[in-house]
């Protein structure tokens, strides 16, 4: 919980270093937030589309509280993100990696997934 807790004390400090753990506790805590929250979406506003049933069927349904809440952790997460590109080394600017359909994010996750640099790097002393 305090690693969960100290992302959004630090809204947005791009600066500094987050490890493993900081980043991976919270990257887990959002996706299972979002998941509960979008059941909740689905039990209180249905699952139907807005656009009057256009579309896929059984997609695209009113999920407010699933919005909120990733608006709300929009820059922690791109924060934090920022944060572990700079534990292993590496330019906050290869968050950006991300965009690159498919072989992007799995990029970001190897090198989240990697250690950090066990010794102070150009963004600071580890954490």
């Not at 290869?94 to 992007?104: D, H």
Request: glycine residues 12%; contains cysteine.
């Amino acid at each position: 919980m305090n690693e969960i807790m100290a992302v959004y004390s630090r809204y947005a400090q791009f600066t500094g270093r987050a490890d493993r753990r900081e980043f991976w506790t919270f990257t887990i805590f959002y996706l299972i937030a979002c998941g509960v929250l979008s059941i909740l979406d689905n039990m209180i506003f249905g699952t139907s589309s807005i656009s009057g049933g256009a579309g896929w069927s059984g997609t695209g349904g009113f999920q407010p509280l699933t919005s909120i809440f990733s608006l709300i952790s929009l820059v922690p997460c791109i924060a934090v993100s920022v944060r572990r590109m700079h534990d292993i080394g590496k330019s906050g600017w290869w968050v950006l990696i991300n965009l690159i359909p498919l072989i992007g994010w799995i990029w970001f996750l190897i090198l989240a997934a990697g250690p950090g640099d066990p010794e102070a790097n150009a963004y600071g002393e580890p954490v």
